[in-house]
T-cell receptor, first 111, second 115 residues
Framework: SQQGEEDPQALSIQEGENATMNCSYK?????LQWYRQNSGRGLVHLIL?????REKHSGRLRVTLDTSKKSSSLLITASRAADTASYFCATVNTGGFKTIFGAGTRLFVKA | NAGVTQTPKFQVLKTGQSMTLQCAQDMNHNSMYWYRQDPGMGLRLIYY???????DKGEVPNGYNVSRLNKREFSLRLESAAPSQTSVYFCASKGQTDSYNSPLHFGNGTRLTVT
């Protein structure tokens, strides 16, 4: 079974708007990561937030983590057409070797 | 740097045929992984190798075998392919330093169709 579940499954917005994606997970984690996948390509790591952190920023990305609710959100501000991709959350188990992915959110940014 | 290289990029098999998917990384990473990606299901972990000489099952290991040939290479074998194994297969690796907080580096995938 998958650890993370993203919401929504798909999101369509206009260029310049903000995009928010949510992720819920089931078990205790060491960290939560977000990845991006362009069509036909492999996944690319975006940002990692540790279990003792509540918020993290990287450029136009903002990630929050609520371990009491076992949930995280990824905010992309001032979206661009080039942000069109699928976004996945992933959690790392206590051993540090298994990374388990959710089903992803497909983001479409209209120019 | 090439990063993570997967071969072949595309493959069509008939039910019952066997094949090996190859993966190599040039980043001196200790850990390597095989995932499969199916529509609407994200990525599911098939097998992983925490270090050279070790392999462990992931979420969906049935029907697959792996070999960690050396530190660079990690292969995935389908002994008797089934239509349910039609998928996109991704290899990934990550460094040993701070194993909890190292990101995965992915190849571009092998698209396998079993008829």
């Amino acid at each position: 079974s998958q650890q993370g579940e993203e919401d929504p499954q798909a999101l369509s917005i206009q260029e310049g708007e903000n995009a928010t994606m949510n992720c819920s997970y089931k078990t205790s984690i060491n960290n939560l990561q977000w990845y991006r996948q362009n069509s036909g390509r492999g996944l690319v790591h975006l940002i990692l937030i540790r279990s003792n952190e509540r918020e993290k920023h990287s450029g136009r990305l903002r990630v929050t983590l609520d371990t009491s609710k076992k949930s995280s959100s990824l905010l992309i501000t001032a979206s661009r057409a080039a942000d069109t991709a699928s976004y996945f959350c992933a959690t790392v188990n206590t051993g540090g070797f298994k990374t388990i992915f959710g089903a992803g959110t497909r983001l479409f940014v209209k120019a | 740097n090439a990063g993570v290289t997967q071969t072949p990029k595309f493959q069509v098999l008939k039910t019952g045929q066997s094949m090996t998917l190859q993966c190599a990384q040039d980043m001196n990473h200790n850990s390597m992984y095989w995932y499969r990606q199916d529509p609407g299901m994200g990525l599911r972990l098939i097998y992983y190798s925490a270090s050279e000489g070790t392999t462990d099952k992931g979420e969906v290991p049935n029907g697959y075998n792996v070999s960690r040939l050396n530190k660079r290479e990690f292969s995935l074998r389908l002994e008797s392919a089934a239509p349910s194994q039609t998928s996109v297969y991704f290899c990934a690796s990550k460094g040993q330093t701070d194993s909890y907080n190292s990101p995965l580096h992915f190849g571009n995938g092998t698209r396998l169709t079993v008829t």
